[in-house]
């Protein structure tokens, strides 16, 4: 179990604008989606993004896209980490690590966890993304403290853990002191409408979780 600060990756970023801001509030990673999402960005935009903030660490998000195109985008838009939403496997990782030599967050959802996929960490993985299933199960609020529950046990096992799956400013003081993750990933529950953040719900998000894990 983490004892220090607990990190912020705000995800879903579209602009320079939204970038900035959520870095001069604090938020430790900026995430990019070049997978198919209302968030989603072009090459353009990301550059944008990352002259806007030259000192950020970006990360860029990817669906099972082949290798060379991630390590294309991720060199042309000098990006810090890859996240991994996909089936990509340990060869995967394996030859993107020969192409960029980045660190790798791989997500998985609750259900993958239940049935014991890639148990602990996996190869060429960093840190874990955990996220709620797409499954739309009617009863969200026992499918959120299951995920919370599946985290903690994680951290537990010294694992570093990222918390995703329905965090707002309302919810992630009592996330992250019920599981103490090395970090929390949000992305809808600080907007206004998809790929357009809310400052204000941005800076209350950041300040409850360095309130909780003070």
Known sequence: MSTEKVQVKICG?????????????????????????PRRVTVAQARKIR????????????????????????QTCRLDIV??????????????????????????????LALGDEPGMP???DTLLLDLDKSGNADAE???LALWDAAAEQCRAGRRVFLAGGLT??????????????????????ERSPGNKDPEAVNRFIEEVHRASA
Not at 83 to 92: A, I
Not at 183 to 188: I, L
């Open 51 to 74: 002259a806007a903030v030259p000192r950020a660490k970006l990360v860029g998000v990817f669906v099972d896209m082949a290798i060379e195109e991630v390590a294309e985008i991720v």
């Open 83 to 112: 996240q991994l939403h996909g089936r990509e496997d340990g060869r995967y990782r394996t030859g993107l690590g020969r192409l960029c030599p980045r660190p790798v967050i791989k997500a998985l959802r609750l259900q993958e």
């Open 13 to 37: 970023l579209t602009s320079a604008a939204d970038a900035v801001a959520c870095s001069s509030r604090g938020a430790d990673f900026l995430g990019l989606v070049f997978a198919d999402s």
């Open 123 to 125: 190869s060429g993985v």
């Open 169 to 190: 400013p309302q919810n992630v003081a009592d996330a992250v002191r019920r599981t103490r993750p090395a970090g929390v990933d949000v992305s809808s529950g600080v």
């Open 142 to 144: 026992a499918e959120r």
